[in-house]
């Protein structure tokens, strides 16, 4: 009886992790890695203009968000796209022009925009529309 417990526990902490894998490996969209190492993965990510505040929505329910996290910008120091190479983050600014980017970063009131290997750009907050992320 007590090797069956044992058994039935290991299958389900087996479980457990290979769905936990799965969410992670699978789940595309931001990656918002913060100043203490952990990182954050989420599908939608918005500016609070009053509080400058970042909400990084990382689960939906039917139509309404389910989970989110409320982010200081002072708390990040990159933001990039999550691992495929089909994926990348369109900056949408203001006067209709796009930027497409794998990663940016967060400078005060400016957004340091990755571009290439050795481009990066810097954006004023202001200037930007919307931020996406495209498959």
């Known amino acids: 009886m007590k090797t069956r417990r044992v058994f039935v526990s290991a299958l389900m902490a087996l479980l457990l992790s290979a769905v936990s894998a799965a ?14 190492g952990s990182s954050i993965r989420g599908s939608t990510l918005s500016r609070d203009e009053s509080s400058g505040t970042l909400r990084l929505i990382m689960t939906f329910a039917v139509d309404a968000p389910k989970s989110y996290a409320v982010i200081a910008p002072d708390d990040v120091s990159e933001i990039r796209s999550s691992s495929s190479d089909a994926d990348s983050i369109r900056i949408k600014l203001k006067g209709g022009s796009d930027l497409r980017c794998k990663e940016f970063a967060l400078n005060g009131d400016t957004v340091s925009v990755k571009l290439g ?10 200037d930007i529309e919307s931020i996406s992320f495209v498959q």
Request: glycine share 4%; net charge positive.
């Open 23 to 36: 969410q992670q490996t699978s789940q595309s969209g931001f990656v918002i890695t913060l100043k203490n």
């Open 117 to 126: 290997s050795a481009t990066k750009i810097d954006v004023l907050w202001s």
